[in-house]
C-alpha cells in the first residue's frame, strides 16, 4: 500500500515537473521577446509613438489607495508612448526573472522527490532561496511598481499628489513561511543521515 502512495507521488512529481518545464520555457520565450521589444523599440523612431488628443480637463482619481493622481489643464494634445513603454519592459523582465529562479528551485525539489530523496540537503538550499526571493520581492515589486506608475504619469501629464508605500504583506509572509520549511528539510536530512548511519 504504501509502495503504492510512493508511486503514485512520484507519477504525479513526474507530470507536475514537465508542465514547469513547459512554463520554464515559455517565460523564457516571453522574456527574450520581450527584451528584443525593447530594443526595437529604442531605435523605432519617435512619432511612431505619438498619441494626439489624449485628454484635456480635470481628473482626479487614486490607485489602489497607493497612488493619488490628477489631470490639469496644462497636459498637452500629444502623450509620448515611448518612454513609457521603455520602462515597463524592465518591470515585466523583473518580474518573469522572479518566476523563473523560482520555477528552477521548484524544478530540482522535484527531481528529488522522483529519485526518492525529499530530505535531500538541496532541497533546504533551495528553499532557502525561494524565501530570499519572496522576501526581496515583496519589497523591490513594491517599489518599482512605484517608480513606474509614476514615471508613466508623469509622462502623460499627471500631476503626482502623494504616493505610499508598504511590502506585499502576502509575497513577505510566503517569503517567511518558507524560510522556516527550509529549516524544516534541513533538520528532516540531518535526521535521515543519522538513520541512514544508523542502519
Given at each position: 500500500m504504501e509502495k503504492n502512495n510512493l508511486e503514485k507521488m512520484n507519477q504525479g512529481a513526474r507530470v507536475v515537473a514537465k508542465v514547469l518545464q513547459v512554463v520554464f520555457w515559455l517565460f523564457i520565450v516571453v522574456g527574450g521577446f520581450l527584451i528584443i521589444g525593447g530594443i526595437v523599440v529604442h531605435f523605432m523612431p519617435d512619432?511612431?509613438?505619438v498619441i494626439s488628443d489624449f485628454y484635456k480637463g480635470d481628473l482626479?482619481?487614486?490607485i489602489e489607495g497607493l497612488f493619488k493622481y490628477e489631470f490639469?489643464?496644462?497636459l498637452g494634445r500629444e502623450v509620448m508612448l515611448k518612454p513609457i513603454i521603455l520602462l515597463v519592459i524592465p518591470g515585466l523582465l523583473?518580474?518573469?526573472l522572479f518566476y523563473l529562479i523560482n520555477l528552477r528551485q521548484l524544478k530540482l525539489i522535484l527531481k528529488t522527490v522522483?529519485?526518492?530523496r525529499p530530505f535531500d540537503e538541496k532541497n533546504s538550499k533551495s528553499l532557502f532561496i525561494m524565501s530570499m526571493t519572496f522576501i526581496a520581492a515583496s519589497f523591490i515589486f513594491e517599489?518599482?511598481?512605484t517608480i513606474i506608475f509614476s514615471k508613466?504619469?508623469?509622462t502623460i501629464g499627471i500631476v503626482g499628489k502623494g504616493y505610499t508605500f508598504t511590502p506585499d504583506f502576502t509575497m513577505l509572509f510566503t517569503g517567511i513561511l518558507l524560510f522556516i520549511l527550509s529549516g524544516v528539510f534541513k533538520y528532516g536530512n540531518y535526521l535521515q543521515e543519522e538513520y541512514d548511519e544508523t542502519v
Open positions: 512619432h511612431y509613438f482626479v482619481f487614486e490639469t489643464n496644462e523583473l518580474s518573469i522522483i529519485e526518492n517599489i518599482t511598481g508613466i504619469f508623469e
